[in-house]
């Protein structure tokens, strides 16, 4: 009866050992994945950010160009009005 209870034991200490050593195993595995997920996660931070910072600087560009053409529109207007003012003054002074 002693034997068997050895062997029985024996056969619970070697089902602990190989449970142990699949919860290291199954361990492992998961802080690989946790670290290839950081990574990967870390990647997907940092493009967001840089397309962030492109949008921002392209943003800031379209407001220059929509400055610039503003007083393109507006200088272009007063030169036009200038120019059918003069021809409008030149046509009053040949009628009269």
């Known amino acids: 009866m002693l034997l068997k209870h050895g062997k029985e034991l024996s056969d619970h200490e070697r089902r602990i050992t190989?449970?142990?050593?699949?919860?290291?195993?199954?361990?492992?595995s998961v802080d690989e994945s946790n670290?290839?997920?950081r990574?990967?996660?870390?990647?997907?931070?940092?493009?967001v950010?840089?397309?962030?910072?492109?949008?921002e600087n392209?943003?800031?560009e379209?407001?220059?160009?929509?400055r610039q053409n503003l007083w393109k529109v507006?200088?272009?207007?007063?030169?036009s009005s200038s120019v059918i003012y003069l021809i409008l003054q030149q046509l009053m002074h040949f009628i009269h």
């Open 18 to 28: 190989d449970l142990n050593n699949k919860m290291t195993d199954t361990l492992k």
């Open 35 to 37: 670290k290839y997920l």
């Open 39 to 47: 990574e990967q996660n870390n990647r997907i931070l940092e493009a």
């Open 49 to 55: 950010i840089r397309g962030d910072e492109k949008s």
């Open 58 to 60: 392209h943003k800031d």
């Open 62 to 66: 379209m407001e220059v160009i929509n």
């Open 74 to 79: 507006v200088t272009i207007a007063i030169g």
